[in-house]
């Protein structure tokens, strides 16, 4: 018998490919034809357990991506050089951590608690963007992540609002809208270095663009034929394009604005090439990648100790929180009892 439990891409507990009942049969088939009407599915809606998995797979690392992503730009908010910048960045962190918010609460209409979620991160039993394990050394750094690494964000996301889990596609709509602000802000305060600055601060750009161009790559995931999950995610609707197509479009955009910005980007490989009507550009480092993903990389245990420090900090506020809510019901239970 088909169970829930029961992953229907591959084999049991036991290692034996699922058996599927005729009704589960039906109800696969019903939903592959929602799928390819392009239907969206909502959280009571029949769905296949590996769909449901998948999904939590990806929104919750989704979600820890934007709670961690918070720290190497927070570590910036008290050098901000003025108050504007500061006040821009100030807001930009917290739109992450209401990213997060959205993003666990559309995890969570899928049966999962926060609490498994975040456990799942401070265990490390859960994945988050290998782009927040580097550091943030200069004032630059800061701009280069609105301009590349939320640039990169944009186009592997605006195609998740159309992505055929309703709740997720809908959390989308507004992060996209803010992280299009977010990128803005990285080009414009790089290109106010880069056109008004001093010769320092413009070599401080160009050096913060050397270190973050690659690892930005690397956001899009492995290469297509690497990567296990990308051709069922695509079946289903939840991926709208591959790795590779993003990675491709990403390239093509950030060579135009580095043109306009007046920096090199550090691939001498990087040429247009007329006939693919796109830009060439030379191998990523995939070894760096998988480091980085297996928990190796620059900051991977310094990001890891400040959220479950903030975690264990914030004890007090939950405990507080939930006493509070247990004194609320109690007196409204008494109220109606009354
Ligand atoms: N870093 O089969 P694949 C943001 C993992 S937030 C780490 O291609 P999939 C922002 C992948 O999870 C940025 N791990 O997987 C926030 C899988 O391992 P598991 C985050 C990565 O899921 C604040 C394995 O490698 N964005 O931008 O089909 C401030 C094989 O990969 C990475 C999202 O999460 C990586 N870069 O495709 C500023 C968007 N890449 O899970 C900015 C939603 C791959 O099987 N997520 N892995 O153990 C996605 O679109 C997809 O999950 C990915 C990967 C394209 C990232």
């Known amino acids: ?24 049969a039906e109800r696969m088939a019903r939903f592959d034809a929602r799928i390819d009407a392009g239907e969206y599915i909502e959280p009571k809606d029949w769905m296949p357990a590996h769909y449901r998995k998948t999904l939590v797979r990806q929104i919750s690392q989704h979600a820890h991506s934007e709670i961690v992503g918070m720290l190497p730009e927070g570590n910036w908010i008290t050098r901000a050089p003025t108050l504007k910048r500061k006040a821009i960045l100030l807001a930009k962190v917290q ?3 209401g990213h997060g918010l959205y993003l666990y609460s559309a995890a ?62 809908r959390a989308m709509i507004r992060v996209c809208r803010e992280e299009s602000f977010h990128q803005r802000q990285g080009f414009e305060s790089l290109l106010t270095m880069m056109t008004d600055g001093t010769p320092a601060q413009r070599a401080m750009v160009q050096d913060a663009v050397d270190r973050w161009w690659w690892p930005s790559l690397m956001m899009f995931g492995p290469p297509d034929d690497q990567s296990p999950n990308s051709a069922q995610s695509m079946r289903w609707g939840i991926k709208r394009n591959s790795n590779d197509e ?16 007046g920096v090199a980007l550090p691939d ?26 297996g928990g190796d990389g620059p900051c991977n245990r310094e990001r890891l100790r400040a959220r479950v420090q903030a975690w264990e900090d914030g004890a007090w506020v939950r405990d ?19």
């Open 268 to 293: 001498p490989a990087l040429r247009w090439n007329a006939a693919r009507g796109h830009h060439d550009f030379g191998a990523i480092d995939w070894s760096e990648f998988w480091r980085v993903v």
């Open 246 to 261: 993003l990675r491709q479009k990403f390239v093509d955009a950030a060579v135009e604005q580095a043109n306009v910005l």
């Open 1 to 24: 018998m088909y169970t829930q439990a029961m992953d229907t891409m591959g084999k049991d507990a036991a290692g034996k490919a699922p058996v599927i009942s005729a009704e589960d």
């Open 95 to 97: 739109d992450e951590a």
């Open 320 to 338: 507080a929180a939930l006493a509070y809510a247990r004194r609320q019901d109690a007196a409204h239970e008494a109220a109606q009892a009354a």
């Open 108 to 169: 969570e209409t899928l049966g999962v608690s926060r609490d498994a979620m975040l456990d799942a991160l401070h265990t490390g039993a859960a994945k988050y963007s290998s782009i927040f394990n580097y550091p943030t050394l200069s004032w630059a750094d800061v701009g280069v992540i609105g301009w590349l690494v939320d640039g990169a964000a944009i186009m592997n996301q605006v195609p998740i609002c159309r992505c055929s889990y309703a709740p997720y596609a």
